[in-house]
């Protein structure tokens, strides 16, 4: 599996070239993710991996045809697109983004652009910390599998839930199940027979559901009582040469397997971040705030006459403590630019934490200063 990242751009060439060495050191940084990033000068691949367009912004670029058409086909292929500001620079924003890119959030490029190549690394979905997989299944069904898949996920760098190797005896098995799905921002179900007869998997997928978690359900052959909830589109079908007699993804095969989970889950989180930094825009511009990209996940709200602002910070999963540093990270540089004092929210989707995570994310926001909030509850 490789990731690719296309460079699109209008005689940029010195700064493609830093993008690209920044990239690779912050891949480096990640064991699993060596060598793996390839990069592009032309338009994206149809071939099914992840990948991300960044459109490094300039006036020349901005009315290029060439640029502007990668940024369209992306666009209409779904295709992640981040656009990249150099810091310093003479023009706006606005006057280096085609118009198709006006609402898209932008990265500002400043000391080395490192913070531009994690949020690179995290739409390509391969940030450790994000890299989070609920498995779903029947066990006396297909525990083999599972078990297969959870041991080579784990080695691929992934966060993976298995009921058998994460739930200590003697723990409230439903609010377990409740609290790691709200944790994940994918469940993979393994989609076998009498799948629908177990009251855990049918409350893991409605849970999923209401909770706007996406499935894909790796189905089995001959499988014919297929759960009604789950779209064909994600669906990965197995034949039967691909399931061994003891019921593993055949050798040949599980690595194939492999990269179709790779390449769900990272368009699944950006989905899920994307679906949130909607709903966080679209509340606060009912509340009469203007709206303006901080970072790749973070927005700049703003009441007309200045009477306010505040800075959101959107996570796709339950938050955590580097979610407090990373918007105080934010938080400071918008200060030295002068943007005056500013309220800084955390916001999650879950609205649920433990209650030991409660306690912590709440002494992490009294000690940061910085609030913590749900998409139906943050406000300027």
Not at 193 to 201: A, N, T
Not at 221 to 250: Q, Y
Not at 345 to 353: A, D, I, N, Q
């Amino acid at each position: 599996m490789h990731y690719r990242i296309v460079l699109a751009h209008r005689g940029q060439d010195a700064f493609a070239q830093e993008v690209e060495q920044a990239a690779h050191a912050a891949a480096e940084d990640l064991s699993y993710a060596r060598g793996l990033l390839e990069f592009e000068s032309g338009p994206f691949s149809d071939e099914p991996i992840p990948q991300v367009v960044v459109y490094l912004a300039s006036e020349a670029g901005r009315d290029d045809s060439c640029v502007n058409h990668v940024i369209q086909d992306a666009l209409d292929y779904d295709i992640a697109i981040l656009p990249v500001v150099r810091a310093g620079e003479g023009s706006t924003f606005a006057d280096r983004l085609p118009e198709a890119l006006r609402c898209v959030n932008a990265a500002l490029w400043e000391q080395g652009g490192a913070a531009v190549a994690r949020s690179l690394l995290r739409m390509l979905g391969l940030v450790e910390a994000e890299r989070r997989i609920f498995i779903s299944y029947r066990q006396f069904e297909t525990q083999n599998m599972a078990t297969q898949l959870h041991t080579e996920l784990v080695q691929r760098g992934f966060d993976v839930f298995l009921d058998r190797f994460s739930i200590d005896p003697g723990v409230d098995f439903q609010r377990r199940l409740e609290d790691d799905l709200c944790d994940k921002a994918f469940v993979l179900l393994l989609e076998s027979d009498g799948l629908g007869e177990s009251k855990w998997v049918r409350h893991e997928i409605a849970y999923a559901h209401a909770h706007r978690i996406e499935i894909l359900a790796l189905t089995l052959p001959d499988c014919t009582n297929r759960m009604r909830e789950i779209d064909d589109a994600f669906r990965h079908e197995l034949t039967k040469r691909r399931v061994t007699s003891d019921g593993l993804l055949s050798a040949d095969y599980l690595a194939d397997t492999l990269d179709a989970i790779e390449l769900a889950h990272a368009r699944a989180l950006r989905r899920r971040r994307e679906q949130i930094l909607g709903s966080v825009r679209q509340k606060l511009c009912a509340q009469g705030c203007e709206c303006q990209p901080a970072d790749d996940w973070c927005i700049l709200a703003k009441q007309p006459g200045n009477r306010a602002s505040g800075l959101f910070w959107i996570t796709p999963r339950c938050p955590a403590t580097k979610d407090f540093y990373g918007i105080s990270q934010q938080h400071e540089r918008l200060i030295q630019q002068g943007e005056g004092v500013l309220k800084g929210v955390v916001v999650h989707e879950s609205g649920r934490l433990t209650d030991d995570s409660q306690e912590v994310m709440s002494w992490l926001s009294h000690v940061s200063g910085k609030e913590l909030a749900t998409v139906e509850t943050c406000s300027l």
